[in-house]
């Protein structure tokens, strides 16, 4: 790798409980009133559909980030949509082909938990995708991307960056708690033993989609109240900045 990006991201940040609510509460408010204008209840007219994704590391704190966001919203005015594994009908497209249709239109909102990046990610460690699929997948990931924005979203896009002890910290407290097991698998312990190879897809990824169209916001997720606020302000400053 030419220079480590991982590396430089600051995760002794920390933000105590008092002014953590009183900045998640203010972010927040701003953050609903951003989303009626561009969904056309403040207004009238419909704005740039918002498209959201979230990757990360395995317990980095995404779902956590997502309902911060979302927890001001009307839930009839955006969606959450979750991708893992393709099916097998699915893999007889190309791999972008199962994200169009929850793309959104004029006025709306998604958030992708998990994405298209799954191809120079797992499908990459995992060989699920040749050395020639992936390696193709920067230049088709940033055609998709600049077609999108083009065409006017707003595209935000996050990366949750955990150490690895802290990744094992929080694995070890869901297996502990029996309301949170579900989040925990064999394979994301399995995963932990292949870290320095998602790493450097992580590395790679981050240093040959970051455009200037479509920029990455990596988030030291070290600190959940701290990454919870720094998501909200990001996307705050993403859709004023779009909007001009």
Same mark, same amino acid.
């Given at each position: 790798? !030419? ?19 009183? +900045? ?5 408010? &701003? #953050? ?5 204008? +561009? ?5 009238? @007219? ?8 979230? &990757? ?52 709306? *909102? ?22 020639? !699929? ?20 707003? %595209? ?9 002890? !802290?990744? @094992?910290?929080? #694995?070890?407290?869901?297996? @502990? ?6 989040? +925990? ?20 990824? %981050? ?14 997720? !070290?600190? @959940? ?6 998501? +909200?302000? *990001?996307?705050?400053?993403?859709? &004023?900045?779009?909007?001009?």
């Amino acid at each position: 790798m !030419e220079h480590s990006i991982l590396d430089h991201v600051d995760l002794g940040q920390t933000l105590n409980r008092k002014e953590y609510n009183r +900045l998640l509460l203010a972010r927040q408010k &701003e #953050f609903l009133a951003l989303r009626l204008r +561009l969904g056309g209840q403040i207004g009238g @007219k419909p704005g740039p559909p918002l498209l959201i994704l979230f &990757e990360g590391w395995d317990a980095a704190g995404k779902g956590g980030c997502i309902r911060r966001l979302t927890e001001p919203l009307d839930p009839r005015h955006y969606s959450v949509h979750q991708y893992q594994a393709p099916t097998d009908r699915e893999k007889r497209h190309h791999f972008l082909w199962r994200f169009w249709p929850a793309v959104p239109g004029k006025g709306g *909102m998604c958030i992708f938990d998990r994405t298209w990046y799954g191809r120079v990610l797992v499908e990459r460690v995992e060989g699920f995708a040749t050395v020639p !699929e992936w390696r193709r997948a920067y230049k088709e990931i940033q055609h998709w991307e600049s077609l999108l924005i083009l065409d006017g979203t707003i %595209l935000i896009k996050f990366f949750l960056h955990i150490s690895a002890g !802290e990744q @094992k910290r929080r #694995f070890e407290s869901r297996a @502990k708690d029996p309301l949170r097991q579900w989040k +925990l698998t064999e394979e994301d312990w399995r995963n932990r033993g292949k870290h320095q190879a998602y790493q450097d897809a992580i590395e790679e990824m %981050l240093q040959k989609t970051d455009t200037v169209l479509a920029p990455w916001t990596v988030v030291a997720a !070290e600190s @959940k109240r701290v990454a919870r606020i720094r998501v +909200l302000e *990001m996307a705050i400053q993403s859709i &004023e900045a779009a909007l001009g």
